[in-house]
């Protein structure tokens, strides 16, 4: 179902080398608010740098993919040191294609990580990729960003509660 995470996490600090190991990943595409960052916020969450560098140990390519504007996206990823792609139009997938076609790691060893169903995860499942969807961190309080969370839950709650916070919903 092209709505549906094949991995739901609670963050992004989840993803480790067993994680990566289990599900066959090798390059990671990286939504950058709520996933990498509170939205707005420009520094990145606790924890997010340590767990870039732990990915980069395991030489683990990875590039931000982010439907924000530049002028969002570019100070954050730089700071991190991160490849990026702004105005990436999710669920769109060009933004996506370009940063797996930049990895030369084929899709189905990609994730593309994010926090929200209606543009990372359909993204990745159009792709072919790996989709896993984590817990943003903030829920922020925009009337589009309600009205999204709340589509999401009332679609998809049934589907979902089983996968809840856990990465068995793989198959
Ligand atoms: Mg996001």
């Known amino acids: 179902m092209i709505f549906k995470p094949q991995i739901w996490i609670n963050s992004v600090l989840d993803i480790n080398e067993e994680f990566l190991k289990k ?5 990671l595409v990286l939504d950058l608010d709520n996933t990498l960052s509170m939205h707005g916020n420009p520094a990145a969450e606790n924890g997010i740098p340590e767990w870039l560098d732990e990915m980069r140990a395991l030489n683990i390519p990875m590039r931000v993919v982010s439907n924000n504007i530049n002028k969002r996206v570019k100070p954050l990823a730089e700071k991190l040191g991160l490849p990026y792609c702004a105005n990436g139009c999710k669920p769109l997938t060009f933004g996506i294609s370009k940063a797996i076609k ?3 790691v084929d899709k189905k060893h990609t994730a593309v990580v994010g926090d929200q169903i209606f543009t ?12 896993i969807l984590v817990e943003p961190f903030h829920h922020e309080n925009t009337w589009t960003f309600r009205l999204k969370r709340k589509a999401e839950s009332l679609f998809f709650h049934r589907d979902f509660s089983k996968l809840k916070k856990t990465d068995k919903g793989d198959k």
Do not use: E, F, T
């Open 120 to 131: 990372d995860v359909i993204a990745g499942n159009l792709k072919g990729a790996v989709s």
């Open 102 to 104: 930049a990895m030369g």
């Open 23 to 27: 599900h066959d990943i090798r390059a």
